[in-house]
């Protein structure tokens, strides 16, 4: 059973910055990508960006060019480096991982952006 650990929400006050990790046990198959989806209160959840294993990375236009997403396949975990936040940052952050076999998801870190 995959599962996903996810950390480094919190508060944060605007023009800060936040790095989200997210980390996958349970299987030796290799992840074909990696991804970060985000759900703010009365909003469906969104995807924020992703990255595949080969290093192809995709941003949603709300955070392209402030955020970055990494992975380390050796330690199979997903960064999210939240840069210049805003209030309409603030959501629970979920990862995905997408395996040959399926896809998992994590239970979401908070990350709030107040001043």
């Known amino acids: 059973q995959v599962q996903l650990a996810e950390s480094g929400g919190g508060l944060v006050q605007p023009g800060g910055s936040l790095r989200l990790s997210c980390t996958a046990s349970?299987?030796?198959?290799?992840?074909?990508?990696m991804g970060w989806y985000r759900q703010s209160p009365g909003h469906e959840r969104g995807r924020v960006a992703f990255?595949?294993?080969?290093?192809?990375?995709w941003y949603s236009d709300a955070v392209q060019g402030r955020f970055t997403i990494s992975i380390d396949n050796a330690k199979n975990t997903v960064y999210l480096q939240m840069n210049d936040l805003r209030p309409t940052d603030s959501a629970v952050y979920s990862c995905?991982?997408?395996?040959?076999?399926?896809?998992?998801w994590g239970q979401g870190t908070q990350v709030t952006v107040s001043s």
């Open positions: 995905k991982a997408v395996y040959n076999l399926g896809e998992y």
């Open positions: 349970g299987t030796t198959d290799p992840v074909t990508n």
């Open positions: 990255i595949t294993k080969g290093g192809n990375t």
